[in-house]
């Protein structure tokens, strides 16, 4: 990656970039979304977050758009993602050695 890039295509179609920016997306997005669609659970919007992040970095790399695997590999790959945006969620909210301390939700 190079010096002050913060994102790069390769990073956003590997597992630690897609699932940093699935957390961010769903972060400052939730509260909006959640007022014109509140029955749509933060799981499932943060599965399309992520699925759209890894088909676009996919795209962007070069693969074939009309190539079905791009998109069944991007979703499959979607809820590893979401899961690892969710564990960072959950992290911020009840950070490791914090014993004893309940925060609410």
Do not use: C
């Amino acid at each position: 990656m190079e010096t002050g890039q913060l994102f790069t295509w390769e990073a956003l179609s590997a597992m630690g970039g897609a699932s940093l920016l699935t957390f961010f997306v769903v972060q400052y997005t939730k509260n909006v979304l959640d007022r014109l669609i509140p029955q749509l659970p933060t799981d499932l919007y943060a599965v399309l977050v992520a699925f759209v992040t890894l088909t676009l970095a996919q795209l962007a790399l070069g693969a074939d758009i009309s190539d079905w695997r791009v998109y069944g590999l991007a979703l499959a790959n979607a809820f590893l993602v979401a899961a690892a945006a969710g564990q960072m969620h959950n992290k911020t909210i009840n950070p490791p050695g914090e014993k004893g301390v309940k925060k609410n939700e």
